[in-house]
């Protein structure tokens, strides 16, 4: 089974910041699609960003322009490069592999945007 490892992540002012990686324990391009998720308390887990086996990119739309999902493949890595954070953008990011059949979630990293 794929395992995840997320890091990354921590506090950062308004405005800043923040790359987020995803470290798999299998290679990448064999799996579907590589997504990352946030949640906060007491609301739904939000897609953020997907990249598929074959680079297609998607994103929600709080985050499109300025979030950029990427990869290497070489490494079987996954990154979420975050620019102009908001404090709304505060929540535990959590990687996630989508193989059609299975889902595997990392075990997630803190985001905080607070001054």
């Known amino acids: 089974q794929v395992q995840l490892v997320e890091s990354g992540g921590g506090l950062v002012q308004p405005g800043g910041s923040l790359r987020l990686s995803c470290a798999a324990s299998?290679?990448?391009?064999?799996?579907?699609?590589m997504d990352w998720y946030r949640q906060t308390p007491g609301k739904q887990r939000e897609l953020v960003a997907t990249?598929?086996?074959?680079?297609?990119?998607n994103y929600a739309d709080s985050v499109r322009g300025r979030f950029t999902i990427s990869r290497n493949i070489a490494k079987n890595t996954v990154y979420l490069q975050m620019n102009s954070l908001k404090p709304e953008d505060t929540a535990v990011y959590y990687c996630?592999?989508?193989?059609?059949?299975?889902?595997?979630r990392g075990q997630g990293t803190q985001v905080t945007v607070s001054s």
């Open positions: 996630n592999a989508d193989g059609r059949t299975w889902n595997v």
């Open positions: 990249i598929t086996s074959g680079g297609f990119t």
């Open positions: 299998a290679n990448i391009f064999s799996i579907n699609a």
